[in-house]
């Protein structure tokens, strides 16, 4: 039994790290029309964006696995359940709410922040920056190292992101002088069932590279092949961006290339095995694709939270 919740909690953190960082905000220089918070109030009719780093994903799914772990939490003989079996569980939740409740707060600092205009998205990244130190000095874990380190690291990832928009910017405009991009914009346009034919067409394709790529590439050099077709067919941008969003979700955590899968590999315990990841992981794409066909279909589940936004 408790072999199987491993299992299950392994797939579940697979959409914790699907989720970082926010696919709408990631989407929003493609769709430059629209506001990024117009983006990111869409997708909460989805779920709730998280902005982390893997040490988020490291501290929960390192709780979680001690509530499930075999020596701890072994079933007992009814003559051996007592009061302290009780006293144990409590001590499990109370030990699960320290590790959620901190992030969870922080979460909705940095998107209500944006939500309420208090901050833009970029000045909500120092929000959660500011946060996350508080909460980093609440666990008496701060440290000189752990900043240079943490320093380090944004550097690196912030170069890593100008890098691939410059490359991708410099392909875009050779990619648009020889044509390209007309000619990709003509098919796209002339895909048999026009509207739908279209959002069919860029739902298989930005799955399938989504398998295979990280959200970064797909953001910066795929997206914008579709974005003209889209505006010329009269697509909402707003609802085509969360619908893109959710689908790269789903991607992410697909055996057996998924990059989620491969984080969540990196934190699970040691006999949580690939495969059972993979096989976890499976029911949540079902729930993720049912979540894509209700955004396509119903494209209110979008626009309604922003229309109440103004």
């Known amino acids: 039994m408790f072999y199987k919740a491993r299992t299950l909690i ?4 697979c959409l914790l790290a699907a989720a970082v960082p926010a696919r709408a905000a990631l989407l929003n220089p493609v769709v430059a029309a629209t506001s990024t918070g117009s983006l990111n109030v869409g ?4 779920k709730v964006v998280v902005t982390g780093d893997a040490p988020l994903v490291n501290t929960t799914s390192g709780v979680l696995s001690d509530l499930v772990d075999g020596n701890s939490m072994r079933e007992l003989p009814l003559s051996a359940r007592s009061i302290d079996q009780l006293a144990a569980l409590q001590a499990g939740v109370q030990q699960a709410m320290v590790a959620v409740v901190p992030p969870v707060l922080l979460i909705f600092a940095v998107l209500g ?11 909500a990244g120092a929000v959660g920056a500011i946060g996350a130190c508080i909460l980093t000095v ?44 007309e000619y990709i914009k003509g098919l796209l346009l ?3 069932g026009g509207f739908w034919g279209f959002i069919i067409v860029a739902n ?3 799955f399938l590279l989504g398998i295979n790529l990280e959200f970064i590439e797909i953001c910066f050099i795929a997206m914008p092949l579709f974005v003209p077709a ?5 697509v909402d941008m707003v609802w085509f961006g969360v619908m893109m969003a959710v689908n790269l979700n789903m991607a992410f955590i697909s055996p057996p290339v998924g990059f989620s899968l491969f984080y969540l590999q990196s934190v ?5 095995k690939t495969i059972d990841i993979h096989k976890g992981a499976l029911p949540f794409m079902v729930l993720q694709a049912i979540a894509l066909l209700i955004v396509i279909i119903f494209p209110q589940t979008v626009r309604w939270l922003v229309n109440v936004a103004g």
């Open 10 to 13: 392994a797939a579940a953190a």
């Open 43 to 46: 997708e909460v009719s989805e």
């Open 113 to 123: 922040s944006i939500f309420f205009g208090v901050a833009t998205p970029t000045e």
């Open 138 to 181: 609440l666990n008496r874990n701060m440290s000189w190292g752990l900043i240079k380190a943490a320093a380090r690291s944004t550097a690196n990832i912030t170069a890593l992101v100008i890098m691939i928009l410059f490359c991708s910017t410099l392909f875009g405009l050779v990619f648009d002088g020889l044509g390209g991009q």
């Open 190 to 192: 002339n895909v048999p």
């Open 204 to 206: 298989i394709a930005i």
């Open 230 to 234: 889209a505006r010329e067919l009269g």
């Open 268 to 272: 699970a315990p040691p006999e949580v």
